[in-house]
């Protein structure tokens, strides 16, 4: 069973500083999603990541998925008080039936003013 | 553009009770799942269904039934709710794919058993 882990737990920073979250995993991933989740709300997909090596970007924030696609890392450029959600990442075992989606236990981020 | 819509938005049960959580998708896809979120845990997937009349269990269904007689809906039935029932409950939906096809999440169950 592929396990998701995510680090660190929590993070509080002050506007303007940068911040990276990781995601890994012992097996390796097929492909992995991204979600913030604010309060209230279900998680929205930031993005999807699917090729070894790969690096994307969404504005301030940088997406990179590991040579070896066993992990992950999430960076925040300056970040702002609307970056503040739950990170979630998540992807299904490459060795299991489609459809058995697993999530990390999240990155709670707090970005104050 | 409704997307996913799930009701009730809360829910207070007593031990025993029984109740359905209902889940609609207006995007026609084929793929829907229900997880729960705990503290700590992030989310966990509970039954899926890759399309009307298949369903399969993930990794937390006991205490749990679904099914899905048609595209657009998938409740969610606790037959006996217990107190660890106690959660948040998402419904999500999906086009088929490998993984990569993004998951649209309703706004969630809140639900309380006493």
């Known amino acids: 069973t592929q396990l998701l882990e995510q680090s660190p737990q929590f993070l509080s920073i002050q506007e303007g500083e940068n911040l990276t979250v990781y995601c890994n995993s012992s097996?390796?991933?097929?492909?992995l999603q991204w979600y913030r989740q604010e309060p209230g709300e279900g998680p929205v997909l930031l993005v999807t990541v699917v090729t070894g090596g790969e690096v994307k970007k969404l504005k301030r924030l940088t997406f990179q998925f590991g040579d070896a696609r066993k992990d992950s890392s999430l960076h925040i450029t300056a970040a702002q008080p609307g970056d503040t959600g739950l990170y979630l990442c998540a992807s299904q075992p490459t060795t299991d039936s489609w459809g058995k989606f697993q999530f990390g236990a999240g990155t709670q981020v707090v970005v104050t003013p | 553009n409704a997307g996913v819509t799930q009701t009730p938005e809360f829910q207070v049960l007593k031990t025993g009770q029984s109740m359905t959580l209902q889940c609609a998708q207006d995007m026609n896809h084929e793929y829907m799942s229900w997880y729960r979120q705990d503290p700590g845990m992030g989310l966990r997937l509970i039954h899926y269904s890759v399309g009307a009349g298949i369903t399969d269990q993930g990794e937390v269904p006991n205490g749990y039934n679904v099914s899905r007689s048609t595209t657009e809906d998938f409740p969610l039935r606790l037959l006996s709710a217990a107190p660890s029932q106690t959660s948040v409950y998402f419904c999500a939906s999906s086009r088929q794919g490998q993984g990569n096809q993004p998951q649209h999440f309703g706004d969630g169950t809140r639900l309380s058993i006493l």
């Open positions: 097996s390796v991933f097929s492909s």
